[in-house]
């Protein structure tokens, strides 16, 4: 423990420039050592309160302003220096040209995000433009999703000087339109009693009175309040709509994007190589829209001001707001969602569990019964989707199924465009059996064209409607072995064996495939973005071969035993093990894999006619194993091959064989002969006396079948 007492005046700059006395103490009670919080050095300077302005950073001594890295700072970012400030959420972020350029603090985002504090983030630079950023100043939304979700928590300068929450009876439908105006968010969509986490005093005193067109909460009237506790789940939870909207298309599900941003509607930049329809899912999510169908840019004939979103800030989870920051582009983005279906807790856009929603009877998405939906009316979902044919339709939840259940049976003809198109018929249930929820996988649209087989040649995808090749370019180093595997697996042709660009003479519009989106999992079809492009896709996949058939024959026999698992043969016999193969491609080889407990052997034919022929001369135990047949053919520049299935030889000893079919003949011939000397004695007549020119013979079973002696008459002859 520290033996001496400080003494400082709080100008020097280091404690040990201080004064100090010694104390008398070498410990201290628990709890009493000192603790200490500095302010972080971030101030907002030259706006309308402490938490509006422009940023700026003490580092090094030095108050520089943030300078605008390309763009780079969102809500995102500027609600960690909110935070710092002690205001509340992050309502706008923009840039301010100065000149000439000044010595600024550069702030990365990556390093935001990651938790740390803006001065531990900066870097010197010099720039021209400057961050400006508002927070509001007495509410915020906590614990929520997003800057427009959480538990409302209320603070003001002139009273108290800490953060409260809000008992939900004190608080009502226009007291949350203010709020939702001041954070700049959307209407009210959601007001309830949640909590959004533990609530912790203090609990705000005052009952809100707004009017619901103030600009601010703490500018609305109030009233005294008996209460400085609320109920468990009583405190305000507020859910704001997001500022997004689809404009000029044909439902308000269709057009181009646009978001509320700083108080201004504005449309979304389409990013050269960043939009994809995985992307487009937030936007259709935050619209309550269905899936995301499709994604395309829109050239006008000038730059205007518009709104860039990072697609990284969006995948992360964020809402398209808090990916804002302001940019000039002629470059416009249309995004079109499916207005009445989606699928949903599965693992691309074209599966999942089915819901519906109708924008004329029900505003809420429904779970199907699988019983009042078909083939026919799947086909009609995967087209609606922009997704292929159906391959999997059957009742599985795709997680917990919760109601409301929809109370009609869909009776498609299959070739409607939109599932709501379909003659319906009321049902009379309002709830599904356990895992009897509509289940729905329709196919990836993705292809091969102009190859020898469906698994090689030109990748294409279908999106918006439209085959286009996938293009390369400058996107090719891009594509690799690994991007590649993805495409084969959705063609259920195994693993990537190449990957290579194929110049074209002129340009034609393709679709360029972002490489990260596939790496994270997602199908190509949700990483398409338009372009045009001369360098176009080729690929080749290593499952090209159907699997070759294995059959057996032996000499004693004859018989194939190609329908089974495997056959007997007789120690010193001839038999033969045959492989063949569907007339794909010419030549090739086929090696014949023989495993045992104590050896493994290949033998290796040319393939003729598409088969080979394995003759093996004498049968021995050593032949005892399992076989299998590898195809083996070079093309494209490349080695493939496919194994049959396995069968089994045994092989069996001749002797006993010989001996049974010898003594077995000989035992019924002694049989046949006393039973005619027993048959002719039961009815007097001697052996040797014969009455009949002709001998008689008789035999075992005609014996029995004529109705000859029984076991009783035997016995009794016996005797």
Same mark, same amino acid.
């Given at each position: 423990?520290?033996?001496?007492?400080?003494?400082?005046?709080?100008?020097?700059?280091?404690?040990?420039?201080?004064?100090? @006395?010694?104390?008398?103490?070498?410990?201290?009670?628990?709890?009493?050592?000192?603790?200490?919080?500095? @302010? /972080?050095?971030?101030?907002?300077?030259?706006?309308?309160?402490?938490?509006?302005?422009?940023?700026?950073?003490?580092?090094?001594?030095?108050?520089?302003?943030?300078?605008?890295?390309?763009?780079?700072?969102? +809500?995102?970012?500027?609600?960690?220096?909110?935070?710092?400030?002690?205001?509340?959420?992050?309502?706008?972020?923009?840039?301010?040209?100065?000149?000439?350029?000044?010595?600024?603090?550069?702030?990365?985002?990556?390093?935001?995000?990651?938790?740390?504090?803006?001065?531990?983030?900066?870097?010197?630079?010099?720039?021209?433009?400057?961050?400006?950023?508002?927070?509001?100043?007495?509410?915020?939304?906590?614990?929520?999703?997003?800057?427009?979700?959480?538990?409302?928590?209320?603070?003001?300068?002139?009273?108290?000087?800490?953060?409260? @929450?809000?008992?939900?009876?004190?608080?009502?439908?226009?007291?949350?339109?203010?709020?939702?105006?001041?954070?700049?968010?959307?209407?009210?969509?959601?007001?309830?009693?949640?909590?959004?986490?533990?609530?912790?005093?203090?609990?705000? $005193?005052?009952?809100?009175?707004?009017?619901?067109?103030?600009?601010?909460?703490?500018?609305?009237?109030?009233?005294?309040?008996?209460?400085?506790?609320?109920?468990?789940?009583?405190?305000?939870?507020?859910?704001?709509?997001?500022?997004?909207?689809?404009?000029?298309?044909?439902?308000?599900?269709?057009? $181009?994007?646009?978001?509320?941003?700083?108080?201004?509607?504005?449309?979304?930049?389409? &990013?050269?190589?960043?939009?994809?329809?995985?992307?487009?899912?937030?936007?259709?999510? #935050?619209?309550?829209?269905?899936?995301?169908?499709?994604?395309?840019?829109?050239?006008?004939?000038?730059?205007? @001001?518009?709104?860039?979103?990072?697609?990284?800030?969006?995948?992360?989870?964020?809402?398209?707001? #808090?990916?804002?920051?302001?940019?000039?582009?002629?470059?416009?983005?249309?995004?079109?969602?499916?207005?009445?279906?989606?699928?949903?807790?599965?693992?691309?856009?074209?599966?999942?569990?089915? /819901?519906?929603?109708?924008?004329?009877?029900?505003?809420?998405?429904?779970?199907?019964?699988?019983?009042?939906?078909?083939?026919?009316?799947? /086909?009609?979902?995967?087209?609606?989707?922009?997704?292929?044919?159906?391959?999997?339709?059957?009742?599985? $939840?795709?997680?917990?199924?919760?109601?409301?259940?929809?109370?009609?049976?869909?009776?498609?003809?299959?070739?409607?465009?939109?599932?709501?198109?379909?003659?319906?018929?009321?049902?009379?249930?309002?709830?599904?059996?356990?895992?009897?929820?509509?289940?729905?996988?329709?196919?990836?649209?993705?292809?091969?064209?102009?190859?020898?087989?469906?698994?090689?040649?030109?990748?294409?995808?279908?999106?918006?409607?439209?085959?286009?090749?996938?293009?390369?370019?400058?996107?090719?180093?891009?594509?690799?072995?690994?991007?590649?595997?993805?495409?084969?697996?959705?063609?259920?042709?195994?693993?990537?064996?190449? %990957?290579?660009?194929?110049?074209?003479?002129?340009?034609?519009?393709?679709?360029?495939?972002?490489?990260?989106?596939?790496?994270?999992?997602?199908?190509?079809?949700?990483?398409?973005?338009?372009?045009?492009?001369?360098?176009?896709?080729? +690929?080749?996949?290593?499952? +090209?071969?159907?699997?070759?058939?294995?059959?057996?024959?032996?000499?004693?026999?004859?018989?194939?035993?190609?329908?089974?698992?495997?056959?007997?043969?007789?120690?010193?016999?001839?038999?033969?093990?045959?492989?063949?193969?569907?007339?794909?491609?010419?030549?090739?080889?086929?090696?014949?894999? &023989?495993?045992?407990? $104590?050896?493994?052997?290949?033998?290796?034919?040319?393939?003729?006619?598409?088969?080979?022929?394995?003759?093996?001369?004498?049968?021995?135990?050593?032949?005892?194993?399992?076989?299998?047949?590898?195809?083996?053919?070079?093309?494209?520049?490349?080695?493939? !091959?496919?194994?049959?299935?396995?069968?089994?030889?045994?092989?069996?000893?001749?002797?006993? !064989?010989?001996?049974?079919? %010898?003594?077995?003949?000989?035992?019924?011939?002694?049989?046949?002969?006393?039973?005619?000397?027993?048959?002719?004695?039961?009815?007097?007549?001697?052996?040797?006396?014969?009455?009949?020119? /002709?001998?008689?013979?008789?035999? +075992?079973?005609?014996?029995?079948?004529?109705?000859?002696?029984?076991?009783?008459?035997?016995?009794?002859?016996?005797?």
């Amino acid at each position: 423990m520290w033996t001496k007492e400080f003494q400082c005046g709080g100008t020097e700059s280091a404690l040990l420039d201080c004064r100090s @006395s010694g104390s008398d103490r070498n410990t201290c009670s628990p709890g009493k050592a000192v603790g200490l919080t500095c @302010s /972080e050095s971030v101030r907002l300077v030259g706006g309308d309160s402490r938490c509006a302005g422009t940023l700026e950073v003490k580092h090094h001594v030095d108050w520089k302003p943030v300078g605008d890295f390309y763009s780079d700072w969102n +809500l995102k970012e500027a609600a960690a220096a909110c935070k710092e400030l002690d205001c509340g959420s992050a309502v706008s972020v923009g840039w301010r040209k100065e000149s000439p350029d000044r010595s600024v603090w550069m702030i990365r985002s990556d390093c935001v995000q990651s938790g740390s504090a803006l001065r531990e983030c900066v870097t010197p630079d010099f720039s021209s433009s400057i961050l400006d950023l508002t927070c509001s100043d007495s509410v915020r939304l906590v614990n929520g999703t997003s800057l427009c979700s959480g538990r409302l928590e209320v603070k003001s300068n002139h009273s108290n000087q800490w953060w409260s @929450s809000v008992c939900e009876a004190d608080f009502d439908q226009q007291d949350a339109e203010v709020v939702c105006r001041e954070l700049g968010c959307g209407a009210p969509s959601v007001l309830q009693g949640v909590t959004y986490g533990e609530v912790e005093d203090p609990m705000w $005193t005052k009952e809100f009175q707004c009017g619901g067109n103030e600009s601010a909460l703490l500018d609305c009237r109030s009233s005294c309040s008996d209460r400085n506790t609320c109920s468990p789940g009583k405190a305000v939870g507020l859910t704001c709509s997001e500022s997004v909207r689809l404009v000029g298309g044909d439902s308000r599900c269709a057009g $181009t994007l646009e978001v509320k941003h700083q108080g201004d509607w504005r449309p979304v930049y389409y &990013f050269y190589y960043g939009w994809t329809l995985k992307e487009a899912a937030a936007a259709c999510k #935050e619209l309550d829209c269905g899936s995301a169908v499709s994604v395309e840019q829109r050239k006008e004939s000038s730059a205007r @001001s518009v709104w860039s979103i990072r697609f990284d800030c969006v995948q992360s989870g964020s809402a398209l707001r #808090e990916c804002a920051t302001s940019y000039t582009s002629s470059s416009i983005l249309d995004l079109t969602c499916s207005d009445s279906v989606r699928l949903v807790n599965a693992t691309s856009l074209c599966s999942g569990r089915l /819901e519906v929603k109708s924008n004329h009877s029900n505003q809420w998405w429904s779970s199907v019964c699988e019983a009042d939906f078909d083939q026919q009316d799947a /086909e009609v979902v995967c087209r609606e989707l922009g997704c292929g044919a159906p391959s999997v339709l059957q009742g599985v $939840t795709y997680g917990e199924v919760e109601d409301p259940m929809w109370t009609k049976e869909f009776q498609c003809g299959g070739t409607e465009s939109a599932l709501l198109d379909c003659r319906s018929s009321g049902s009379d249930r309002n709830t599904c059996s356990p895992g009897k929820a509509v289940g729905l996988t329709c196919s990836e649209p993705v292809r091969l064209v102009g190859g020898d087989s469906r698994c090689a040649g030109t990748l294409e995808v279908k999106h918006q409607g439209d085959w286009k090749p996938v293009g390369g370019g400058y996107f090719d180093p891009d594509w690799t072995l690994k991007e590649a595997d993805v495409a084969c697996k959705e063609l259920d042709c195994g693993s990537a064996v190449s %990957v290579e660009s194929r110049k074209e003479s002129s340009v034609r519009s393709v679709w360029m495939i972002r490489s990260d989106c596939v790496q994270s999992g997602s199908a190509l079809m949700e990483c398409v973005t338009s372009d045009f492009s001369n360098s176009i896709l080729n +690929l080749t996949c290593s499952d +090209l071969l159907l699997q070759p058939n294995i059959s057996g024959s032996s000499s004693v026999d004859g018989v194939s035993e190609a329908q089974q698992q495997g056959f007997h043969v007789f120690r010193g016999s001839t038999f033969t093990i045959s492989c063949s193969t569907q007339p794909q491609y010419p030549r090739g080889s086929f090696q014949l894999t &023989f495993t045992s407990p $104590t050896s493994a052997l290949n033998y290796t034919k040319p393939a003729v006619n598409h088969s080979a022929h394995f003759l093996f001369p004498a049968a021995e135990p050593a032949h005892q194993g399992s076989y299998s047949c590898v195809y083996h053919i070079y093309v494209f520049s490349h080695d493939f !091959f496919s194994e049959s299935r396995l069968i089994s030889l045994t092989v069996a000893d001749l002797r006993p !064989f010989i001996i049974r079919a %010898v003594v077995l003949p000989l035992i019924l011939l002694l049989a046949n002969i006393g039973l005619y000397f027993y048959y002719k004695a039961t009815r007097g007549q001697k052996p040797g006396r014969r009455e009949n020119t /002709e001998p008689v013979y008789y035999n +075992l079973g005609v014996l029995a079948a004529e109705g000859g002696p029984t076991e009783e008459e035997g016995a009794q002859g016996a005797e």
